[in-house]
């Protein structure tokens, strides 16, 4: 008996034309992973500049308009001497919070202590900024940053002199002068 396949040409691909086929998708695939790591790395790059992108322009703005206002300051080593108001201990030592006293549209003095607080182990701490109430030891009026690593204030020859810096080692100085 015989069989006879029907149709009589070719009903399947070569392999020549397969091969050239799976090369051509496996250079498609390669191409497209690589745009996606490409992505994945420009993303990463991005987040990490987040403090300077995004947050060290803000600050510098409160900054600025806080300290257009200020009529004195003094560098203390910590909130709690700032909050005591007292002449800083630590002389022209870098402290991590700052007293200040400016006056307010209706010409009453107002004090303030801006501090930089790192509760535990913790990677990035609060620049906090309390106005002097009554029970103002206890709550900020503001968190002008929580990304900063370390802040760290400095009085050298009548210039204020804040140095931030972020989270990924990135370090940005702000410097000022009192009216």
Known sequence: MRIRFQGGGQTGFSLTEMTIGLAAGLVFAGGVLMMLKQHVDFVRQT?????????????????????????????HANRGEAFRAESPENGLEPGRALWIRFRAPDDRLIEAVLAFEKPGEQRTGYLNYYVRREDWENKAEWVLSSKAAEVDFHDADGVLRITMTGPDGEEISYAGLAE
């Not at 987040?47 to 300051?73: C, K, Q, T």
């Open 47 to 75: 987040e990490r500049l987040d403090f300077i992108v995004n947050d060290a322009p803000a600050i510098n703005g409160m900054l600025s308009r806080l300290f257009s206002r200020v009529d004195a300051y003094r560098v």
